[in-house]
């Protein structure tokens, strides 16, 4: 309580309510990815924490920088056990790489500046403080001066040489970026070197953000699915790794092994995910020749489609018609993972993606990047609707912030990825269990739901008014949402 | 998917879905509160129980018997750190008291049935199985026999007699009831010894059900706010916990005590949580030679109230309408608190009590209620808006199984509890923090959400409204939610 009094005699913070905590954490996630700075959490408890968990694993996963500051009981009042008392410590270490809990209120000025350079160590930690009340009440604390993260560490020039040598001497070379090695400015380098040695380029299939459209790379991700992902892999006798992990898939699968590249591939890493590619990728460029290079025209921008929906068409429809420097926030799941195909031609945009796995990021990071590009580029949240109903709430932050964001809910009515999982592990479903699959029993009505929490919405059966509806939505600066029936 | 995929296999497993884990857990801590026996929910990996976990809070702090099943990475496959990948079992113990990961599909069974016991243990525990993926998709498991739980230990005869001597020889004496000290036949006998010995008797704040209503003690809560539980409480010299704890604050204050009971009062404990409190009590009642003695009548039941909803009058309406054996789902939170003076006079109800201090239990538990009661009896979810948001998803639930709740969203659009804990911590709300308890910018429309999910829906602004909504719900089988203006 004191933390949000204080709002009022400290300016400079901006706040954005959000009506659950997951919402919160997965706001902080987006506004990161776009602005490159940490947003600040306000959870209550440890209860409140764990409702924001979920969106801090992905956040943890997509290597985001937030602080999350988690009020607790007052440290005479803990041993009493009251209702809400819970191992919030705990709690917070599942998906925090700093945790601490104040102790001394002349101290917590420099717990929050300990917190705040966790959150901005490259390229993004989450960073916990759990502040007891009675620390908060008290009257001695100190404003501490900022602590400057340390920089990160940079390759050794032997490993760039290594890269090099293996570039040079190597046809089945394979490099493959993640994270920040997915920036406009890796992905020229990268090019560069690609066309000069014949290298292939890849995109991990976990990434946070992708800079795409004209003027970046046409990259395709490794697929999700385990057999194409290590179909794609096989040929590759080494991979260096651009602040990538080594593929593995998202699950495991009976008789299936969890590497999807070569037993015989060579891995090299290049840069690991806390270390800057831009330098490394840099010299290798420097030490191959590699020419400066622009990255080939990706032809002629798509027209929007017509008809009924197909993933394939609704793709080319979003890249006909997405402004310039828009953000995708694309939680299509098992609908959207071909969509890469058909948009390389549309205008430069980033491409956000759900970095963890655990359903309900896309609505919260679309509202949050919409505030941290400061309401200046259009947001397209494509988003499934089973994974939507995690938090659907994000909706109402949107229409109090007057965000420009446009959802189009994929409305299939059923967890269709998980049809997929079954057939992967080898579950043959019977009626009760494809009814738990079932989400159109009764159907949800999206435009509804969202004129409950004040976001206009119209419904679509085709990709004409689909994209007579996106149209609309990019000439109004509020949030809009397209129910699509798929 | 295996688990799931069995549903079809195994017969006798009644399968219900929610749209988001706190949903789930939610449903079966409401399940159990009326059913009395545990319902098991699946969940998603770490981040899935994650979700889940404010209202396994809740649940374990009602002391409810839930068996989670979480499923987790394939052993072979979690050392890759796949995207999923997480400490499920460090979450798992913040919030159970039973908490095994399967290693071996040949003893899965065992583990099941020892996850049921615990479960099972008085007066139940959430007991979380983490089986990865590999051990339930092998062939060996072995179906093992149940394992009873064992039985909630007796309290000692001299306990008793201490208790006896207390409530001959002095005056000033309470008797605190909570848990499973507050059925029916608990209540009987608690007014049999307060009669015979004038001792007081007040249910403890923190409880998760109570029997109330005509044939049960007009029973009060100690208060919520600390001032008035401390005066409530001063001028008792012995407390005889009937399976509750010595009453501390929900939160701690500043120059507050932790404890709510005099300095000098003596504590006794007739029984804890996980003690049967019908033998104490009569053998208690049988060394006072306390008479077995009715309940005295509560008086008339309250007629509908009209006009402007206040608290008092909603509560007497509620009192007025509801049928026989109804259920309230109470998360009311600031509006409540003086509920029950006014609902005495009831016919039999049981009144059901967020327990962990996590909002968001009301709409599930509501639910799960009404599963566990066959939906046979009708539920009242009288259902803060603030909290109201952070497990909506519910209504959808309610809808496809037709349940008999009848929600009553108490619209004031604000998070009034807060401005009252602003004024308890003396800090001084500004302009930034009221507009962060604001939740009328923009309006909710309640009838809207619901409607989105398939629950039919009214707006009520007066007292008659709300009444002639509430006996129209009465008269159907499945759900409505009326929108009340307060």
Same mark, same amino acid.
């Given at each position: 309580?004191?933390?949000?009094?204080?709002?009022?005699?400290?300016?400079?913070?901006?706040?954005?309510?959000?009506?659950?905590?997951?919402?919160?954490?997965?706001?902080?996630?987006?506004?990161?990815?776009?602005?490159?700075?940490?947003?600040?959490?306000?959870?209550?408890?440890?209860?409140?924490?764990?409702?924001?968990?979920?969106?801090?694993? /992905?956040?943890?996963?997509?290597?985001?920088?937030?602080?999350?500051?988690?009020?607790?009981?007052?440290?005479?009042?803990?041993?009493?056990?009251?209702?809400?008392?819970?191992?919030?410590?705990?709690?917070?270490?599942?998906?925090?790489?700093?945790?601490?809990?104040?102790?001394?209120?002349?101290?917590?000025?420099?717990?929050?500046?300990?917190?705040?350079?966790?959150?901005?160590?490259?390229?993004?930690?989450?960073?916990?403080?759990?502040?007891?009340?009675?620390?908060?009440?008290?009257?001695?604390?100190?404003?501490?001066?900022?602590?400057?993260?340390?920089?990160?560490?940079?390759?050794?020039?032997?490993?760039?040489?290594?890269?090099?040598?293996?570039?040079?001497?190597?046809?089945?070379?394979?490099?493959?970026?993640?994270?920040?090695?997915?920036?406009?400015?890796?992905?020229?380098?990268?090019?560069?070197?690609?066309?000069?040695?014949?290298?292939?380029?890849?995109?991990?299939?976990?990434?946070?953000?992708?800079?795409?459209?004209?003027?970046?790379?046409?990259?395709?991700?490794?697929?999700?699915?385990?057999?194409?992902?290590?179909?794609?892999?096989?040929?590759?006798?080494?991979?260096?790794?651009?602040?990538?992990?080594?593929?593995?898939?998202?699950?495991?699968?009976?008789?299936?092994?969890?590497?999807?590249?070569?037993?015989?591939?060579?891995?090299?890493?290049?840069?690991?995910?806390?270390?800057?590619?831009?330098?490394?990728?840099?010299?290798?460029?420097?030490?191959?020749?590699?020419?400066?290079?622009?990255?080939?025209?990706?032809?002629?921008?798509?027209?929007?489609?017509?008809?009924?929906?197909?993933?394939?068409?609704?793709?080319?429809?979003?890249?006909?018609?997405?402004?310039?420097?828009?953000?995708?926030?694309?939680?299509?799941?098992?609908?959207?993972?071909?969509?890469?195909?058909?948009?390389?031609?549309?205008?430069?945009?980033?491409?956000?993606?759900?970095?963890?796995?655990?359903?309900?990021?896309?609505?919260?990071?679309?509202?949050?990047?919409?505030?941290?590009?400061?309401?200046?580029?259009?947001?397209? /949240?494509?988003?499934?609707?089973?994974?939507?109903?995690?938090?659907?709430?994000?909706?109402?932050?949107?229409?109090?912030?007057?965000?420009?964001?446009?959802?189009?809910?994929?409305?299939?009515?059923?967890?269709?990825?998980?049809?997929?999982?079954?057939?992967?592990?080898?579950?043959?479903?019977?009626?009760?269990?494809?009814?738990?699959?079932?989400?159109?029993?009764? /159907?949800?009505?999206?435009?509804?739901?969202?004129?409950?929490?004040?976001?206009?919405?119209?419904?679509?059966?085709?990709?004409?008014?689909?994209?007579?509806?996106?149209?609309?939505?990019?000439? /109004?600066?509020?949030?809009?949402?397209?129910?699509?029936?798929?």
């Amino acid at each position: 309580m004191h933390f949000v009094a204080a709002l009022d005699q400290v300016p400079g913070m901006k706040c954005i309510l959000g009506l659950q905590e997951n919402i919160v954490t997965g706001m902080a996630d987006g506004y990161y990815r776009i602005a490159r700075k940490p947003a600040c959490t306000l959870l209550h408890c440890g209860p409140g924490l764990a409702n924001g968990m979920a969106n801090l694993h /992905n956040a943890r996963r997509a290597r985001s920088g937030i602080i999350n500051i988690v009020g607790d009981q007052a440290t005479f009042h803990r041993p009493f056990d009251a209702p809400l008392t819970a191992d919030t410590d705990s709690m917070a270490r599942t998906v925090s790489q700093w945790v601490q809990t104040s102790t001394r209120s002349d101290e917590l000025g420099r717990d929050a500046s300990m917190a705040v350079r966790a959150a901005k160590t490259y390229p993004g930690q989450i960073a916990t403080l759990i502040v007891p009340a009675d620390i908060s009440w008290e009257e001695a604390a100190v404003v501490s001066e900022p602590i400057a993260p340390a920089p990160p560490p940079a390759t050794d020039f032997n490993v760039i040489e290594v890269a090099a040598n293996i570039l040079r001497n190597n046809n089945n070379v394979l490099i493959l970026l993640a994270g920040t090695g997915l920036s406009t400015q890796a992905q020229l380098l990268a090019w560069q070197i690609a066309n000069a040695t014949g290298a292939a380029v890849l995109a991990d299939y976990v990434i946070p953000s992708i800079a795409r459209g004209r003027g970046r790379m046409q990259l395709e991700r490794v697929p999700y699915s385990n057999t194409s992902a290590i179909k794609t892999l096989e040929r590759y006798e080494h991979i260096i790794l651009v602040n990538a992990k080594a593929p593995v898939g998202f699950f495991g699968y009976p008789g299936m092994p969890s590497r999807q590249y070569s037993a015989r591939a060579q891995v090299h890493v290049l840069t690991r995910a806390d270390q800057d590619p831009i330098l490394a990728l840099q010299e290798l460029a420097k030490i191959l020749d590699a020419p400066a290079i622009d990255i080939p025209d990706p032809g002629p921008r798509p027209l929007p489609s017509k008809g009924s929906p197909t993933a394939e068409k609704l793709a080319q429809t979003v890249a006909a018609l997405m402004p310039e420097h828009a953000i995708i926030s694309d939680e299509s799941i098992s609908y959207g993972r071909d969509f890469y195909r058909f948009t390389h031609a549309a205008p430069p945009h980033d491409w956000l993606h759900l970095a963890g796995g655990a359903i309900g990021d896309g609505m919260p990071v679309a509202t949050g990047a919409a505030i941290g590009a400061g309401k200046q580029r259009r947001v397209i /949240n494509i988003q499934a609707d089973g994974s939507a109903m995690y938090s659907l709430q994000s909706l109402w932050t949107q229409a109090r912030e007057k965000l420009p964001v446009t959802t189009i809910i994929l409305n299939n009515s059923k967890y269709n990825i998980l049809i997929g999982e079954y057939e992967n592990v080898g579950a043959a479903p019977g009626a009760t269990a494809m009814s738990m699959l079932d989400i159109g029993n009764p /159907n949800l009505s999206w435009v509804k739901l969202a004129n409950g929490m004040g976001v206009e919405a119209a419904k679509a059966t085709t990709l004409e008014q689909c994209a007579d509806l996106m149209q609309n939505s990019f000439k /109004n600066t509020g949030p809009f949402l397209i129910e699509l029936m798929i």
